[in-house]
């Protein structure tokens, strides 16, 4: 009986504590509804925002009140109330701000007032972004995207979304998420998540890493994709090279003179903002900003993006109290635009934070963070729900529910695994079994039939069969049965691949493979099978080098922690020869004629049948790495340095009647460096050798990764006209160098006409050495972001004996050729 007293008493607490709520509307002096309104307890880090339809809610105790109520170019409304209902409506009606400009004359030819308030604002940048040492804060975010439009057909595979709605206009996303955010300066961020959710999926989890956009750096990164440059602030030390500035006016809120600056770019095609912002006179610190991106500011992938902040005192300083950010997109027909809303409430200026606190692990989930009841939402959302988001919520979570129906998921399994001609012939297809999370995707007839001089057709069927377990983090399994049959030499083949991914804390995986196949003699497969069929049946070349061997693999390979992942693989190969069989072309040219299937460039026979039994150890190491963690498993994200890799491998001379006996190690340095408006920097440095070389069959030679086709093979990981075979070695040392400087819109802004098309230009090299008769250099000139997708490289080479060659690489979607790594 005490239990339940004691439990009365509590709850009687807390609803004397919170129990009235005070709702209402937002609207302008005309009744037009003010969308994500600010309201907050005067004198306190109290507050909530309204949501579109202007409508707010906000829990407080009994007492008195002063609430404030602010929206970005109206005046501010306050007003006093003592709260002793239950329930009380209070409606806010702003007017428009009015901008007072008696007092300002500008003489012909002289400056704009705006200026010297720039200029102050930038002499204090620097003091106001350092000025919060340290914080802890809670942040609501709430996050949405919608389409306006869309096309019916996308690649040939028919939209469907599976909700049951054929408009046009509808929420594609919804998530919610209540975080507390810690910060302590320069580099430390905690982000714990207490609550998220998202329309649809209870097992999912929102956009839930706050993001404070501060425009008193000098270059603000906004996501990672817009672009890498980042943009330059309005109040950055060098502003004003780069904006011009108009006075609008000032008005006064709370004893404070405001002034609102018009920011206007210089210059079209560069990193920069457009709108206004609203900065406190003497103190020249910001009050409210209005900005715009444009596509025409180098953004990639998306057409806009407009942001709004609105600061708050707090005791002796200025803090954030909301961020909206509104992108949109149009592209491929589809037109979609959303909102990003973050909420800043409960500020703890001085937090303290345990000796421990900010470790490697820079958000944290709570255990049932995506298992919240609705009730809970409803009490904990600072922001009143829409109607047409109640209603999402409530249509997409009933879907969710009849997916979990036998019947259902067998209906939606025979509409989704209805043949599609176009799948089936260019683009491949998936069919599924949603009640047990099975997939089976099967490639298409243009993956499946190829040519070459050793096989003649080929038909080389490889689906792909995978399942996962629903609520085990990682816990799944990927099986891939290949069948490969040759019309000209009458060989049949036939192996399995095979691979378990598992590990709450860290991701381990053990992959298992065997069966009888055909290597290239690269083993990292560097010509595709596609891109050989076509320069051997319209070339005449037959640059693809082929053996045959029965083979058995199997690796393991375990997360670590601190972005250590340590690998072990063990393989035996039995291998054959494989000779040409046929010599047909769709174009003969009399210089040309197909050479033997060996790499002519080392040997002038085809190797013999030998076994090679193999043993190779890798360790991969990122410092510094960063870790986000879900109730179910631990996600490495990287870090600011580069990552080391090293591995060796041992041939085993003798045992299962291995002929190879060497020793082969190799070491790598990876990074990507962001420059800002520099652009960026990536390289990968490889030096490797082989410790000795006793037995060595061409399979096993170190070989540089070379491309002879007009599609580029993979950035960073290979010479993009080198030959295949040429420098391969067994020397005791080789270095290799990639490295791409991506300029990110940097100069290709300058040039007129050309700089409205939006492409960026990229520089660099690739180079190898391993002696003074064994190297190859090679310098591109490249042009990106062509339609957003595709890159086209000009490419000149540097090789012994004065050799040299220069050609085209075209880079597309979908079609390049890659080189295992």
């Known amino acids: 009986m005490k239990k339940y007293c004691c439990i009365l008493i509590i709850l009687f607490s807390l609803h004397n504590a919170y129990g009235q709520k005070i709702s209402g509307k937002v609207t302008d002096d005309k009744g037009t509804v003010l969308p994500f309104a600010s309201i907050v307890v005067k004198g306190s880090g109290l507050g909530t925002s309204a949501n579109a339809e202007g409508e707010y809610s906000l829990a407080l105790g009994k007492g008195h009140y002063i609430l404030i109520c602010q929206h970005v170019g109206y005046k501010t409304y306050e007003k006093e109330l003592t709260l002793e209902q239950d329930l009380v409506n209070v409606n806010f009606h702003l007017e428009p701000q009015q901008y007072n400009l008696n007092e300002v004359v500008i003489k012909a030819g002289g400056e704009d007032p705006a200026y010297e308030i720039i200029r102050q604002a930038i002499k204090k940048r620097a003091t106001h972004e350092k000025e919060l040492k340290r914080f802890q804060c809670d942040v609501y975010i709430k996050g949405q995207f919608r389409l306006r439009n869309y096309p019916k057909h996308f690649l040939g595979q028919k939209v469907d979304f599976e909700d049951g709605d054929t408009s046009k ?27 998220t959710k998202v329309s649809g999926n209870s097992n999912a989890f929102g956009f839930s890493y706050p993001q404070i956009i501060s425009f008193y750096q000098n270059i603000l990164q906004i996501g990672d994709a817009l672009n890498p ?64 991106l444009l596509r025409e500011q180098q953004m ?43 909420v800043y409430d409960n500020f703890n200026l001085n ?4 000796k421990k606190y900010f470790d490697n692990v820079v958000m944290q989930f709570d255990t049932a963070a995506n298992k919240k009841t609705k009730g809970y939402w409803d009490t904990i959302r600072p922001i009143p729900l829409q109607q047409d988001e109640l209603t999402d919520y409530r249509k997409k979570d009933s879907l969710e529910q009849a997916r979990k129906d036998p019947h259902y998921l067998d209906s939606l399994d025979r509409a989704r695994n209805k043949p599609n001609i176009v799948g089936l012939l260019l683009t491949g297809q998936t069919f599924s079994k949603e009640k047990k999370h099975q997939y089976i995707t099967v490639p298409s007839a243009y993956e499946i039939i190829n040519y070459n001089t050793v096989e003649g057709t080929v038909i080389n069927i490889s689906p792909t069969i995978s399942r996962s377990w629903q609520g085990d983090g990682r816990r799944s399994l990927i099986l891939s049965p290949n069948v490969r049959y040759g019309f000209s030499n009458h060989h049949f083949n036939a192996h399995l691949t095979g691979t378990y991914n598992f590990g709450k804390k860290y991701l381990n995986s053990f992959t298992f493979s065997g069966g009888q196949r055909v290597f290239q003699f690269n083993n990292a497969q560097p010509i595709t099978p596609r891109d050989n069929s076509i320069v051997t049946l319209l070339r005449e070349r037959n640059y693809m080098k082929i053996y045959q061997a029965v083979f058995a693999k199997a690796s393991y390979s375990k997360g670590l922690g601190d972005g250590l992942t340590a690998t072990g693989a063990v393989e035996f190969q039995d291998r054959s020869p494989l000779e040409n069989t046929t010599n047909g072309t769709w174009k003969n040219y009399d210089d040309r004629e197909f050479t033997p299937n060996y790499p002519t460039e080392l040997t ?42 090293l591995s060796y491998t041992q041939g085993i001379y003798g045992v299962l009647g291995s002929d190879v006996d060497y020793s082969r190690w190799r070491a790598t340095i990876t990074d990507d460096i962001n420059m800002q408006l520099g652009g960026r920097l990536d390289y990968k440095v490889a030096f490797g050798g082989f410790l000795n070389a006793n037995k060595v069959y061409i399979p096993d030679y170190l070989h540089f990764n070379g491309n002879q086709l007009l599609f580029a093979s993979t950035y960073l990981n290979s010479f993009q006209l080198a030959p295949y075979y040429q420098y391969s070695t067994t020397s005791g040392f080789y270095s290799t160098v990639n490295v791409e400087y991506h300029l990110n819109g940097l100069l290709s802004n300058k040039i007129p006409f050309f700089k409205k098309l939006n492409w960026f230009f990229v520089t660099g090299t690739n180079a190898f050495f391993v002696n003074k008769d064994n190297y190859y250099f090679e310098m591109f000139f490249s042009v990106e972001n062509i339609l957003k997708v595709i890159r086209v490289d000009f490419i000149q080479s540097f090789q012994p004996h004065g050799i040299g060659t220069s050609g085209i690489r075209i880079a597309l979607p979908f079609i390049s050729g890659t080189v295992e790594k």
């Open 229 to 292: 440059r980042g943009f330059i602030s309005p109040i950055s030390d060098n502003a004003l090279n780069f904006y011009k500035y108009k006075f609008e006016g000032s008005f006064f809120e709370n004893g404070k003179q405001i002034s609102r600056i018009k920011v206007i770019p210089k210059r079209t095609y560069e990193p920069l903002f457009s709108g206004y912002i609203n900065i406190i006179e003497n103190e020249w610190r910001l009050y409210s900003v209005q900005l715009q």
């Open 604 to 645: 002038n026979s085809n190797i013999p049948r030998h076994q090679a039994l193999s043993a190779t150890v890798d360790l991969k190491w990122q410092p510094g790495a960063k870790y986000i963690v879900y109730p179910n498993r631990k996600v490495n994200i990287g870090s600011k340095y580069p990552t080391f890799h």
């Open 351 to 354: 937090p303290h934070f345990e």
């Open 300 to 342: 990639q992938f998306i057409d806009t993006l407009n942001i709004e902040q609105l600061y708050v005192p707090l005791k002796n300083t200025w803090v954030i109290k909301q961020q909206n950010i509104y992108p949109a997109i149009k592209m491929f027909g589809f037109d979609a635009f959303g909102s990003f809303i973050q």
């Open 169 to 195: 206009k509808k929420i594609l996303m919804l998530s919610e998420t209540f975080a507390k955010y810690s910060v302590d300066v320069p580099d430390k961020v905690k982000v714990e998540v207490v609550s």
